[in-house]
């Protein structure tokens, strides 16, 4: 024979109180700065469409020739850039950031030389 067992008010409260706690960690750790950035793995007409999109949306003028963020002159590193820009313009949402999921968000810097990611 089964047993019914009820869960008493107490531990309602208490799981209640755990998943609260557990929002305000989570919470904490998305006000920390994060990045979006191409992952390695991304083919190269990915990272051109990425490019192109992003660069719709938002100025991109850092990653043209003699600008700071043109070097080096490679589809990784100008996808990263741009898909950054568009990622913090949009409020660094997770989803903005999936492009077909070629993106990565990152909490490391990856500001290099004189290129500062925003």
């Known amino acids: 024979m089964a047993r ?3 869960a008493s008010p107490s531990l309602l409260l208490f799981s209640l109180l ?5 929002g305000e960690t989570v919470q904490l750790v998305q006000g920390q700065k994060t990045w979006c950035v191409a ?6 007409a990915t990272l051109l469409a990425n490019i192109n999109y992003a660069c719709s949306q938002v100025d991109c003028s850092i990653i043209q020739r ?5 070097f080096p002159d490679n589809l990784i590193s100008h996808a990263s ?3 950054n820009l568009y990622y ?3 409020g660094r949402n997770n989803w903005n950031c999936h492009f077909k999921n070629s993106g990565l ?3 490391t810097d990856p500001s290099f030389g004189s290129c500062t990611y925003a």
């Open 4 to 6: 019914r067992v009820e």
């Open 18 to 22: 755990l998943l609260l706690l557990a």
């Open 39 to 44: 992952k390695p793995s991304s083919d190269d």
């Open 66 to 70: 003699g600008c700071p963020c043109f």
């Open 81 to 83: 850039i741009a898909m």
């Open 88 to 90: 913090q313009c949009r």
């Open 105 to 107: 968000v990152t909490t």
